[in-house]
């Protein structure tokens, strides 16, 4: 089982550019979510994916977007970057109706230059 | 609003000492809880989770919390510290919006 994996692991963008991050789920897993995690706090939700929709929405502007795929893979979008996205940006899966378990990737670590 | 408070950013421990990292909640209905580890550079492995039952939890790695309700507390605990505990550790919570809500985290150094 090769668990949740992102890519790429390290993305460097200049301000104003977009990028797109992937997450691929663990196998058996249909729900995917998105927290960004900027240096020295915690997570924080930006969005959840289930049956292709986004299911929950956190405090994130509209540049934040993204995309579930029939295969339950995601992508998360930022459209014009700012410095201050720069962060790591981790990808949860688990099964949607649980509470009980979300299984986390390494990360992308984005820096907005 | 639900929140999250982990009372300390930072923690030093001496090798073979207890580990007690603090996790208060507030909610007025009980949330599922969990702490999660991470090591630098990786993703968050979850230690241990309440969702319901006992509300002693024992975890990986040694770990145990105890859920107290008239505290809305979820206390993390270790008895001896190993070197390997050294890392970020992250309480959070869980409603019946499905979202984790996380801790700020706290910073757990081991001294030989």
């Known amino acids: 089982d090769a668990g949740v994996t992102q890519s790429p692991t390290h993305l460097i963008k200049t301000r104003g550019q977009q990028v797109t991050l992937r997450c691929s789920p663990k196998?058996?897993?249909?729900?995917v979510s998105w927290y960004q995690q900027a240096l020295g706090q915690g997570p924080q939700f930006i969005f959840q994916?289930?049956?292709?929709?986004?299911?929950q929405r956190g405090n994130f502007p509209d540049r934040f977007s993204g995309h579930q795929f029939p295969n339950y893979s995601s992508e998360l979008n930022v459209n014009a970057l700012l410095l201050g996205d720069s962060a790591l940006y981790l990808c949860?899966?688990?099964?949607?109706?649980?509470?009980?378990?979300?299984?986390f990737g390494q990360g992308t670590r984005l820096t907005v230059v | 609003a639900q929140s999250v408070t982990q009372l300390g950013s930072h923690v030093s421990v001496s090798e073979g000492a207890l580990v007690l990292l603090r996790c208060n909640y507030s909610?007025?209905?009980?949330?599922?809880l969990f702490w999660y580890v991470q090591y630098p550079n990786q993703g968050l492995q979850l230690l241990l989770k309440?969702?319901?039952?006992?509300?002693l939890v024992k975890g990986i790695n040694g770990f145990e919390a105890e859920f107290k309700k008239s505290e809305t507390s979820f206390h993390l605990t270790k008895p001896s510290a190993h070197m390997s505990d050294a890392a970020e550790y992250f309480c959070?919570?869980?409603?019946?919006?499905?979202?984790?809500?996380f801790g700020a985290g706290t910073t757990v150094t081991v001294r030989a």
């Open positions: 949860a899966s688990s099964l949607w109706g649980l509470r009980t378990e979300a299984f």
């Open positions: 196998s058996g897993h249909d729900t």
């Open positions: 994916y289930y049956e292709e929709e986004e299911r």
């Open positions: 909610s007025s209905v009980p949330p599922y």
């Open positions: 309440y969702t319901t039952g006992a509300t």
């Open positions: 959070a919570v869980a409603f019946n919006d499905y979202k984790l809500s």
